[in-house]
């Protein structure tokens, strides 16, 4: 079963408790499986123009209140720090953001650990937070679903000034859902409370609102502060955009040195992630692969560690 086939089982508008209409859809909307996508970052470059792209795009961004809908694609723009002053955002409005923030990954590189092949001047352009103002993103089911989404955007910028488009990225997985490291994706996602969706098994209960959506109440019991004007904030969320160069050669060398035989490979590699690469945990399968436990999202999350104390069926680190 798929993760947004089964989002969808799980959901309930009664439960709603969220403003969704008011939520991006890819705050809480799951992937699909298979899909296409794309990112695409933009600088820009005189605020009033930006100010006018950002009002028209608006019209094209999936609120979550359609994300039980068979949507074929939908919408998010998120925009940076150093973008909300291009576009021209009140000193006092920016100054009401947190820190981090503010600073961006850059400046933040050693608490981050940004640092040797990773650090911030071996980074792609279009990633550095001087050229990265706004950031669009685009699911679909496939690829003319991406194709028509992609048109429409493209027809908001071509009729904007101030904007200019410096780079895009494309991504997907096949009906597999695999990482680049041969293991299932999408597997345990977050409840959000007051989203409708109940939890699956194993996960106890939904996670507080807040921990996702400003201006809802947290782990804590109360709301973190939110961005002035309230306007502004509430409803909104955090992002991080990072592109990874995963080395997927380094892995599989590693596998190699520790054992020739492929199949100890496959478990060394279980042991390191926790799960085989179907999805399957090892604490409910610690000695062998289960495709049909790692296809089951009824079953692949519903365990805890009480009855392996010691690590042995998954290290704890």
């Known amino acids: 079963m798929g993760v947004l086939k089964d989002l969808k089982e799980r959901f309930d508008r009664e439960r709603v408790e969220l403003d969704l209409d008011d939520i991006q859809g890819l705050v809480l909307r799951s992937r699909p499986e298979p899909y296409v996508g794309a990112h695409a970052m933009l600088t820009v470059e005189e605020a009033e123009g930006g100010r006018d792209f950002v009002r028209r795009l608006a019209e094209h961004v999936t609120s979550a209140q359609d994300w039980a809908d068979d949507l074929q694609s939908w919408t998010g723009v998120a925009i940076s720090y150093a973008g909300l002053r291009a576009l021209g955002l009140p000193e006092d409005s920016l100054a009401s953001f947190p820190l981090p923030y503010q600073q961006g990954m850059a400046a933040r590189a050693q608490q981050l650990m940004d640092t040797g092949p990773n650090a911030p001047e071996h980074w792609d352009e279009a990633f550095t937070q001087d050229a990265c103002h706004i950031a669009l993103t685009i ?37 597999l859902n695999k990482n680049p490291f041969g293991f299932r994706d ?39 502060a939110v961005p002035q004007p309230d306007v502004l904030g509430r409803n909104g969320t955090y992002v991080v955009l990072r592109k990874f160069a995963s080395r997927v050669g380094a892995f599989n ?17 279980a042991k390191m992630f926790g799960r085989w690469r179907s999805g399957a945990p090892l604490v409910l399968s610690p000695d062998h692969d289960d495709e049909e436990l790692g296809n089951d999202p009824e079953r692949r999350n519903d365990f805890t560690f009480e009855d392996d104390p010691k690590g042995l069926m998954c290290p704890h680190s």
């Open 139 to 175: 699911y679909a089911a496939d690829a003319d679903a991406l194709d028509a989404a992609l048109d429409q955007a493209e027809k908001v910028l071509e009729h904007s000034t101030g904007v200019t488009l410096v780079a895009t990225h494309r991504f997907g997985v096949d009906e």
């Open 186 to 224: 999408s597997i345990s996602q977050p409840t959000v409370a007051g989203s409708g969706v109940r939890p699956q098994p194993g996960q106890e209960r939904s996670i507080s609102a807040g921990e996702f959506i400003l201006g809802e109440n947290s782990e804590t019991g109360s709301p973190l």
């Open 253 to 269: 060398e590693y596998l190699a040195s520790q054992s020739p035989d492929p199949e100890e490979q496959h478990r060394i590699a």
